[in-house]
């Protein structure tokens, strides 16, 4: 990217929560019904309903602001926010404006290129989903409401970030919070959890902010890095030819790779938000804080710590394990019933997730638990079975259920560590290949992996590998 | 003036209202008086006051997240002047 330039990045992220119900009715918020199928008078928007506001939403906002490092309001309103758009009925939408129900929070990132770097949050406030527009082919479009009225969470970030792997690593960080935390699905693609990115850039060491574009439409981690970027080099590109960035909102196409300016709002937005007479102030005293607070679960960046700290793993297995709660909530079935912290870290990031995307299975459903697995583990250290038959046992439970004992012991997989045996085997394998082994005993060192293998085809896996090597270096030295 | 026509125009085309140059003059002296008349309030001292969202003094009316019927697609559309299968149909809407 061009030095002369500073990239200044900011985002909002709407958070669609996981309630039952919408924001401010009873209807049903369930993604792919046949639509209006969930719609009332509140949320088609028609004259004299009235909202009432789930308590839920609430909750989750709370519990998002404090793992935000958010201040919780203790009294915060509900505002209209004016403008007339056809997925829209009552002709605005219900948002906060003044007095939003978190505030200045933030959230720790860490990128290779910048390091580690605190990323303020403005705030996060709660407001109703639009419906959604099909464009039909002709000269109409049709309007689904099951989504209007469904609860969202805007979470607005400081103009923090310099680059697109900075935004990417604070997106990636809220998002994995808010799957923790339950409030939220996290399917990009379902439009759960989307981003609004404002860029721009300055020339380094001007003060003032340069003129912003807004992108939308931005479904994918991988998409928003290269809308970011493209939109950067635009900018470039327009100030370097001598022109200047238009304030704009602009859509990202990522079969394209482009974007394209959204005309007809170029008009400057006034949506006259005052607050809504129709809802009475959310008063949130202490007490709901600290319920709250103390029902947090355990968030990724100390779960983070803690296995680094606590369990001795590195940084690379604690980021896979952390990446999802439910592969966390896993491993950590696991290492309570076993005690090697690295075994289980290096089963579970293995075998276990290797698996489960072959076969696109969720961690929560995997054929293998953890407490099974445990029991794998456990004969892998007491040394009854090598790594290698570990293998063949853990797919022999994927596929019938049963405990690795069972296993074991129907299919006679138990190592042989009987010393006389292993010879017997390491001799006939000597016998087999006298050329090669001439050729060890003359210093070829690289050579007794080859035998080790022998040994271990031979035995069908059975035999104790490391047992093995030792017989055969006996052997070179008699 | 405590309004501009310019603003009245501005107003009124955020509220699509289409308004003849007799209306725009008429309404801007209404709106003109109206916003006189509200601009007594600045005549209190409101110092140490906080702004007040809500007439009514009441707080925290919530409703659980429990599920309720919703009304069902026949009735949603009755009022509606056009249909495409369970959809509204309007204008189209170009982005």
Same mark, same amino acid.
């Given at each position: 990217?061009?030095?002369?330039?500073?990239?200044?990045? +900011?985002?909002?992220?709407?958070?669609?929560?996981?309630?039952?119900?919408?924001?401010?009715?009873?209807?049903?918020?369930?993604?792919?019904?046949?639509?209006?199928?969930?719609?009332?008078?509140?949320?088609?928007?028609?004259?004299?309903?009235?909202?009432?506001?789930?308590?839920?939403?609430?909750?989750?906002?709370?519990?998002? +602001?404090?793992?935000?490092?958010?201040?919780?309001?203790?009294?915060?309103?509900?505002?209209?926010?004016?403008?007339?758009?056809?997925?829209?009925?009552?002709?605005?939408?219900?948002?906060?404006? %003044?007095?939003?129900?978190?505030?200045?929070?933030?959230?720790?990132?860490?990128? %290779?290129?910048?390091?580690?770097?605190?990323?303020?949050?403005?705030?996060?406030?709660?407001?109703?989903?639009?419906?959604?527009?099909?464009?039909?082919?002709?000269?109409?479009? /049709?309007?689904?409401?099951?989504?209007?009225?469904?609860?969202?969470?805007?979470?607005?970030?400081?103009?923090?970030?310099?680059?697109?792997?900075?935004?990417?690593?604070?997106?990636?960080?809220?998002?994995?919070?808010?799957?923790?935390?339950? #409030?939220?699905?996290?399917?990009?693609?379902?439009?759960?959890?989307?981003?609004?990115?404002?860029?721009?850039?300055?020339?380094?060491?001007?003060?003032?902010?340069?003129?912003?574009?807004?992108?939308?439409?931005?479904?994918?981690?991988?998409?928003?890095?290269? @809308?970011?970027?493209?939109? #950067?080099?635009?900018?470039?590109?327009?100030?370097?030819?001598?022109?200047?960035? #238009?304030?704009?909102?602009?859509?990202?196409?990522?079969?394209?790779?482009?974007?394209? /300016?959204?005309?007809?709002?170029?008009?400057?937005?006034?949506?006259?938000?005052?607050?809504?007479?129709?809802?009475?102030?959310?008063?949130?005293?202490?007490?709901?804080?600290?319920?709250?607070?103390?029902?947090?679960?355990?968030?990724?960046?100390?779960?983070?710590?803690?296995?680094?700290?606590?369990?001795?793993?590195?940084?690379?297995d604690a980021g896979v394990l952390c990446a999802e709660r439910p592969i966390a909530?896993?491993?950590?079935?696991?290492?309570?019933?076993?005690?090697?912290?690295?075994?289980?870290?290096?089963?579970?990031?293995?075998?276990?997730?290797?698996?489960?995307?072959?076969?696109?299975?969720?961690?929560?459903?995997?054929?293998?638990?953890?407490?099974?697995?445990?029991?794998?583990?456990?004969?892998?250290?007491?040394?009854?079975?090598?790594?290698?038959?570990?293998?063949?046992?853990?797919?022999?439970?994927?596929?019938?259920?049963?405990?690795?004992?069972?296993?074991?012991?129907?299919?006679?997989?138990?190592?042989?560590?009987?010393?006389?045996?292993?010879?017997?085997?390491?001799?006939?394998?000597?016998? @087999?290949?006298? +050329?090669?082994?001439?050729?060890?005993?003359?210093?070829?060192?690289?050579?007794?992996?080859?035998?080790?293998?022998?040994?271990?085809?031979?035995?069908?896996?059975?035999?104790?590998?490391?047992?093995?090597?030792?017989?055969?270096?006996?052997?070179?030295?008699? | 003036?405590?309004?501009?026509?310019?603003?009245?125009?501005?107003?009124?085309?955020?509220?699509?209202? @289409?308004?003849?140059?007799?209306?725009?003059?008429?309404?801007?002296?209404?709106?003109?008086?109206?916003?006189?008349?509200?601009?007594?309030?600045?005549?209190?001292?409101?110092?140490?006051?906080?702004?007040?969202?809500?007439?009514?003094?009441?707080?925290?009316?919530?409703?659980?997240?429990?599920?309720?019927? /919703?009304?069902?697609?026949?009735?949603?559309?009755?009022? @509606?002047?056009?249909?495409?299968?369970?959809?509204?149909?309007?204008?189209?809407?170009?982005?």
């Amino acid at each position: 990217m061009d030095s002369k330039y500073e990239v200044v990045i +900011g985002l909002e992220v709407h958070v669609q929560l996981t309630t039952k119900t919408k924001i401010f009715c009873g209807c049903s918020k369930d993604f792919g019904q046949q639509p209006n199928s969930q719609t009332c008078p509140v949320c088609l928007g028609l004259p004299g309903a009235l909202p009432v506001l789930n308590r839920q939403v609430v909750e989750d906002a709370i519990k998002t +602001g404090l793992a935000t490092n958010c201040q919780i309001a203790p009294r915060s309103i509900f505002a209209r926010k004016n403008y007339f758009y056809p997925d829209l009925p009552k002709g605005y939408q219900i948002s906060q404006f %003044e007095l939003p129900i978190c505030e200045h929070g933030w959230l720790n990132i860490e990128t %290779e290129e910048l390091g580690k770097k605190r990323i303020g949050i403005t705030r996060i406030h709660m407001e109703e989903d639009a419906g959604k527009l099909l464009h039909a082919a002709g000269d109409s479009s /049709s309007v689904d409401l099951n989504r209007a009225c469904t609860p969202l969470l805007e979470a607005v970030s400081e103009p923090d970030m310099r680059s697109a792997d900075e935004a990417i690593a604070y997106l990636k960080q809220l998002h994995q919070i808010v799957t923790y935390l339950g #409030v939220c699905d996290g399917n990009l693609e379902e439009g759960s959890f989307r981003c609004d990115a404002n860029v721009s850039i300055r020339p380094w060491g001007q003060k003032e902010l340069g003129t912003r574009a807004e992108l939308k439409n931005l479904n994918s981690f991988r998409f928003i890095k290269q @809308a970011i970027e493209y939109e #950067v080099e635009r900018q470039i590109e327009v100030l370097e030819e001598g022109g200047s960035v #238009v304030q704009e909102t602009r859509l990202f196409d990522a079969e394209q790779g482009v974007s394209r /300016s959204m005309r007809g709002k170029e008009e400057a937005h006034d949506y006259r938000y005052f607050p809504d007479p129709d809802l009475v102030p959310v008063v949130v005293a202490d007490e709901w804080v600290e319920r709250v607070r103390s029902e947090l679960p355990e968030l990724p960046a100390a779960k983070l710590q803690r296995y680094r700290d606590d369990l001795g793993l590195p940084d690379y297995d604690a980021g896979v394990l952390c990446a999802e709660r439910p592969i966390a909530e896993y491993f950590e079935v696991l290492v309570a019933r076993h005690a090697n912290a690295k075994l289980c870290s290096n089963w579970v990031m293995g075998e276990v997730l290797r698996s489960l995307k072959e076969k696109q299975i969720a961690i929560a459903d995997c054929p293998v638990s953890p407490e099974l697995l445990a029991g794998i583990l456990q004969r892998i250290a007491d040394n009854s079975i090598s790594g290698k038959i570990a293998k063949t046992v853990f797919e022999e439970i994927w596929q019938t259920g049963k405990t690795a004992d069972q296993i074991i012991e129907e299919q006679g997989l138990k190592q042989v560590t009987d010393s006389g045996a292993i010879e017997a085997i390491v001799d006939a394998v000597i016998a @087999a290949n006298q +050329g090669q082994f001439e050729e060890l005993k003359a210093g070829k060192e690289k050579l007794i992996g080859f035998f080790v293998g022998q040994v271990m085809k031979l035995s069908k896996g059975k035999a104790n590998p490391g047992m093995a090597n030792q017989l055969i270096k006996k052997k070179i030295s008699e | 003036m405590k309004i501009s026509r310019e603003e009245v125009e501005h107003v009124a085309r955020l509220a699509r209202l @289409a308004l003849q140059p007799a209306e725009l003059e008429a309404l801007t002296e209404q709106m003109d008086a109206i916003l006189g008349y509200v601009e007594k309030l600045n005549e209190l001292d409101t110092e140490g006051i906080i702004p007040t969202a809500h007439a009514v003094p009441m707080e925290n009316a919530f409703r659980e997240d429990l599920v309720k019927p /919703s009304i069902g697609i026949e009735r949603a559309q009755q009022n @509606a002047p056009s249909k495409d299968g369970s959809c509204f149909k309007v204008p189209k809407v170009i982005e």
